[in-house]
């Protein structure tokens, strides 16, 4: 875990260079004044948001705030970034942020959480961001080669980099599961794949299809601890590696297939289909594409289950956050997941809504990433380091102000009658 | 419970008055003759199921099946009955089995789980189906003075009737929980209202709104046990002024305002919303309209439960049960539930699917209506005994072939955070 990493230049994020001071924070210069325009600008963006208990401090020290708010404040360090900001604060508050144009003077979620909150309760602001939408913001398709470009641009970042994070055990790049809420990380991991695995009602011998198997740490704790004989397809060839290397030092390379293959290619039948954070990925218009797969793949008596990030009404991904971090990403809302079931008249047994774990799960993310930041900007660099800040930052305000869910939903066949009495089994040993 | 009946023939499904044998079956007559063309239309009749399992028996013994299959045998009496069943199954086997003109030779509930297995599954049978369904089968709206007729035409047909079959503690038309699948109804009716106030989170002095209330029940049980105010929406004339007297007999008049007037009309704001068995009767249009009533009296940190019959793809009901038993009823898919959630940003919490928990509790009532069925004749009649007699049949082989669902939906307001780490506590004590 806590190896150096080699200088990883040529990962970027393909924010604009400005690593250093904006061109025109040249503090002594004609760019340090503040101009009327810049105050205008300045209230205007406050304004857009209702007011919100924020203060703008600007380049020359000047504070444009609400009055009578307790304030945090918001360090904007050149006329250009304001203009931006209120150009488009969704998408360019992301890179101005990266490039340390703008500051927190504070905790980052905190004030991320308050400009949701204001975001999300501001109809002047909706009504922008709506035009917004409408006129740029298009997620990335999901045919399979841009998939893979999609997929690429995440996960074959280096294992590297999600070590220094993620959970040492099984590097689970999705949400745990904290039945107390005192969990480490390591044990809340461990608690959300046997969770899934009870809803699944694994038992020896199973044949289980997962698709998109990250690093393989699900389909590992699956083979060894339920006995279960495991397909896991994955686009990204960084992980299928990655997941080879650890299944084969373990001996469990016998019960687990790391497939390097697109999920709409799964062959065979099988009595488990589970895909744990990739729905995300696939993208509205292939929800019904999935349910097909499921339908080739899964046995009469077979149990499913996907765990996805989701939304309380239809939103498309932040704009910045799909630019720079997940192209292709769009959380969907339980009625666009239907588009999955209803097809093939699946049965949705089970919705298990896990939102304030994912913050936590951020949380810890986020203290690791912060624990290593030095190490993690000598390998990449400055901008690279406070991107994935803000992004993990910002994951956590979406899931505690309510902008973002995490669904679980566990299904069968329509037909399938081995169904049991309660949920208690789920609970016996916590 | 056991108390007599009076004889009630002003309540009638209006079902056409042959009570006895049918026009044409006066088995010495020409009527008794079966022509080609009959033979003919039993035919097409098992072929338009796609072979089943079934005999058909005609009016003068002669047996029509599939070769080789194991068979129910289904007594046809006449010819016209014959042909009505060809024109339009769904509709007119109801109203024909209800006289008397069909009989079904051994399990009714078995016979029906083989014909819904065959139906859905016959292409044929599907498109004849589509093809009525547009025609024909339009459930009647649910306008508030619909819905008084509607309700009306249920729920006031005596309360006597209803207590011959629902358990005799709290009178539930609704979907019993069976944690173990050998409760008593009784028992699994108070496993299930138990089940709905934890996982509503009930505490002493929270205040409740039921929509849709039946026989006051519920409401009866969450005051007694939980120690909450609950104000009961009903439009059911007779069913509220049972759950008057029953409030009073039991001095829980101070904490249950039994209030006749449609869910719309829901007026103050309340700790937790909960509507059981409702929702079937609410209808498609109206379900934004509902989401606004919970809007508009759900605190803002508020909770709330809907129990309903569902379907895993949308599919109007049964037409025969829509016309003589259910006037006006559609059971929703969870993607048209989301209607009631989305446009308020609700956050669904927790799904639950207790589709074969419905049929468990069918089959106490039917085996409860059974076994009062002279009673229940003498008071009604023949034909209403047998209609009843086939609507619980019919919904126990609804819940075993996976046609009907049974869903509880527990939400809160997006912005929410006071939500439990788990659902263990569910199950604590079970």
């Known amino acids: 875990m806590d190896k150096g990493i080699q200088k990883n230049k040529a990962v970027s994020?393909?924010?604009?260079?400005?690593?250093?001071?904006?061109?025109?924070?040249?503090?002594?210069?004609?760019?340090?004044?503040?101009?009327?325009?810049?105050?205008?600008?300045?209230?205007?963006?406050?304004?857009?948001?209702?007011?919100?208990?924020?203060?703008?401090v600007l380049w020359n020290g000047e504070v444009i705030a609400c009055p009578g708010k307790p304030v945090t404040r918001v360090l904007i360090r050149d006329g250009e970034a304001l203009n931006q900001l209120l150009i488009n604060p969704a998408l360019h508050?992301?890179?101005?942020?990266?490039?340390?144009?703008?500051?927190?003077?504070?905790?980052?979620?905190?004030?991320?959480?308050?400009?949701y909150r204001a975001a999300a309760s501001s109809p002047k602001y909706q009504r922008l961001k709506a035009a917004q939408t409408r006129l740029f913001n298009r997620p990335r398709t999901n045919r399979p080669a841009e998939s893979r470009d999609n997929i690429h641009h995440h996960y074959d970042i280096g294992n590297d980099f999600y070590e220094f994070w993620l959970d040492n055990e099984a590097m689970q790049y999705t949400c745990a599961y904290f039945p107390a809420p005192d969990l480490t990380l390591e044990q809340a991991q461990r608690a959300k794949m046997d969770h899934v695995c009870r809803k699944l009602r694994l038992k020896p011998g199973d044949r289980v299809v997962e698709a998109g198997g990250g690093w393989g740490g699900f389909a590992h704790h699956m083979a060894r601890h339920y006995g279960v004989r495991v397909a896991s397809y994955n686009i990204s060839h960084q992980q299928i590696v990655y997941a080879r290397e650890k299944a084969k030092a373990e001996r469990l390379d016998?019960?687990?297939?790391?497939?390097?293959?697109?999920?709409?290619?799964?062959?065979?039948?099988?009595?488990?289909?589970?895909?744990i954070g990739m729905l995300e990925h696939v993208g509205r218009d292939h929800y019904g594409e999935l349910g097909d797969v499921i339908d080739r793949c899964l046995a009469p008596d077979g149990r499913g289950l996907i765990h996805s990030i989701g939304r309380n009404k239809p939103e498309l991904m932040n704009a910045w956050i799909e630019k720079r971090i997940f192209p292709g990403a769009y959380p969907p809302t339980l009625r666009e997941?239907?588009?999955?079931?209803?097809?093939?008249?699946?049965?949705?047994?089970?919705?298990?809504?896990?939102?304030?774990?994912?913050?936590?799960?951020?949380?810890?993310?986020?203290?690791?990433?912060?624990?290593h930041a030095e190490k993690i900007e000598a390998a990449y660099d400055m901008a690279f380091l406070r991107a994935w800040r803000l992004y993990l930052a910002g994951s956590i305000a979406g899931f505690t102000t309510g902008s973002l869910q995490l669904f679980q939903i566990v299904f069968t066949r329509g037909s399938n009658n081995d169904l049991p009495w309660s949920r208690a089994y789920l609970y016996r040993e916590e």
């Open 13 to 56: 994020l393909n924010i604009p260079a400005i690593t250093g001071n904006a061109p025109d924070t040249d503090v002594t210069g004609a760019a340090a004044r503040v101009s009327p325009f810049d105050r205008w600008m300045a209230r205007k963006l406050l304004d857009l948001l209702d007011e919100p208990p924020l203060a703008l």
């Open 93 to 115: 508050f992301g890179d101005l942020y990266s490039v340390g144009r703008i500051e927190i003077d504070g905790d980052l979620v905190k004030f991320l959480e308050i400009a």
């Open 254 to 275: 016998g019960m687990v297939d790391y497939i390097e293959d697109d999920y709409r290619n799964i062959a065979g039948e099988f009595d488990v289909f589970v895909s």
């Open 337 to 371: 997941m239907m588009d999955i079931f209803e097809k093939h008249e699946f049965s949705v047994l089970d919705v298990e809504n896990l939102r304030l774990h994912y913050a936590k799960t951020l949380n810890h993310w986020l203290e690791r990433l912060n624990r």
